[in-house]
């Protein structure tokens, strides 16, 4: 999904996103290339997800979106060396039905929590 990012994750966490309106190109000096949206956010009473830690589980989605053209997999083991993961990637990927060559934008906010449990308790 192009502009899913690392943000957009911590947005579905804390916050539900509601669209307001368009706003056309046109409406900017310089014209950009994009189109823009206004939205609301409101803040959850609890986050989306249960996560074992949140300091760990940002990292980790920091981390699986790192370089966007990398799989998740590559992304993780490149992170590894800065973030401790308690169990193997493979391991964790597989547990969390996280297919080791997917994209971190295609993943939802429940399967980064799910591999963020997996690479927690293994």
């Not at 994750?9 to 669209?19: D, G």
């Not at 368009?22 to 000096?29: G, I, N, R, W």
Request: hydrophobic share 50%; net charge positive.
């Amino acid at each position: 999904m192009e502009g899913f990012g690392y943000l957009s994750v911590m947005v579905q966490y804390y916050c539900i996103a509601t669209k307001l309106f368009e706003v056309p190109p046109s409406a900017f000096t310089p014209v950009p290339r994009v189109h823009s949206a206004v939205i609301k956010l409101t803040v959850r009473e609890r986050p989306a997800v249960e996560v074992s830690d949140e300091a760990k589980f940002f990292a980790l989605v920091r981390a699986a979106f790192a370089q966007r053209r990398k799989t998740i997999l590559n992304n993780l083991k490149a992170a590894s060396r800065v973030v401790e993961f308690a169990h193997p990637l493979e391991s964790a990927l597989e547990a969390a039905s996280v297919a080791p060559q997917r994209r971190a934008e295609t993943l939802s906010l429940e399967e980064f929590a799910a591999l963020s449990w997996a690479l927690d308790r293994g």
